[in-house]
Structures are given as C-alpha cells and as structure tokens.
C-alpha cells in the first residue's frame, strides 16, 4: 500500500522560514495537500493541488510537489502556526495521511 | 454559514454498533463528496470512507472495510457512517468533512468539530 513519510517533529525561530517534507513514491505525479491540526481543533486544509491556499489561509503558507516529495514551507513563521501538519495524496481510491509533523515555533 | 455537525458518538462494548450522522448546511449537500476521517488518542489522522456527490460510489479503508458503511441522503443533507463488529482500535474523534467541488480525493476544505466513539468494556 502506498506510503508517506513525514519527519516527526521540526523545529523554527519566529519570523524563520519552516520547511515540512513528505515523501511517497512518485508523489509528484499525484496532488498533494497539507492539513494543519491543533489540540483541541478540526483540522484545516491549509495548500491544495500541491500549492494553491484556500481562502483565508495566510500568504506566508505555500507548497511544492515534484519527484518523490512534497514540501510545506511556512515563511516568517509566527506563534500561532505551531501544530501538527499532516501531507495528504490519493491512490488507489484512498485517501493516504502522512503521520503527521509537530511544528514548533520557539 | 457553510457547517458540518456530526452526531452520534459515545461509548459501546467491543463487537457493537454504533451510527453516526452528520448534518450539513450553509452549501448544496447533494454537489459535494463527503468523507470520515478520525483521529485516535495520540495518532494521528485516518481516513476512514468516501462517498461520491451522489451516493453511487463509495470507498474505504482497509482496516473497516465489510464492518463500515457510508451512506448519505441529499434530501435531509446528511452523512451517516454504520459501524459494526467495532474494536478498540476504532476509539477515535470521528470527523466528517467535505471535498473540494468537483473533487472526490480527499482535498477536504470544510471539516467538523467531530463526535468521539469509545470502543470499551
């Protein structure tokens, strides 16, 4: 079955940029997304077909797919984006979730 | 506004039943896939099931496959998720979330607040 994997944990001063990868096989053939989960809260789509934002989702979060990983990048990262961050694809009609990176803004 | 609100959770024996629901407003129900998605305790996110705008198709994870079943009815914009033969692996919050317009692969842009199950004796 198809895999993601995302490092667990990555650390960013405030106003640094953060960079979160996640690698599947051949995932820049497929869309990737980015959830970003915070205790007690739903999560929210934050980059979609690999580096559009929905509305509402800050300019600072963009994204990028090509070969073998996508990567989340969060410019001048601020308290607030501290949380979990989850990449996502799609094969074989279902939805695969990375296991997810802690990202601590300190 | 555009809301999901899931229902249905609470506590159940191993090897129980359980339905949950989840009402939809703010937005055309009947346009859009809907997924389950839950988080165990301390895991992280589980996609659990998919059915398209309609209802005619309908996917989901090996680990419930044959003792889950999504539904939906677009006249009363509701989601439902029956779970049956439950472990307690499927102690988890469960979220309902919608797909992008159009899309049917887990581009979710509009999420629950989620209901818990407890799978417990």
Known sequence: SY???QPPSVS???GQTASITCSGDKLGDKYACWYQLKPGQSPVLVIYQDHKRPS?????????NSGNTATLTISGARAM???DYYCRAWDSNTVIFGRGTKLTVL | QVQLVESGGGVVQP?????LS???SGFTFSRYAVHWVRQAPGKGLDWVALVSFDGSNRYYADSVRGRFTISRDNSKRTL?????SLKADDTAVYYCARDL???FDGMLDVWGRGTTVTVSS
């Open chain 1, 3 to 5: 895999e993601l994997t």
């Open chain 1, 12 to 14: 960013v001063s405030p």
């Open chain 1, 56 to 64: 509402g989702i800050p300019e600072r979060f963009s994204g990028s």
């Open chain 1, 81 to 83: 984006d501290e949380a």
């Open chain 2, 15 to 19: 090897g129980g039943s359980l339905r």
């Open chain 2, 22 to 24: 989840c009402a939809a």
């Open chain 2, 80 to 84: 439902f998720l029956q779970m049956s």
């Open chain 2, 101 to 103: 317009e159009g899309r």
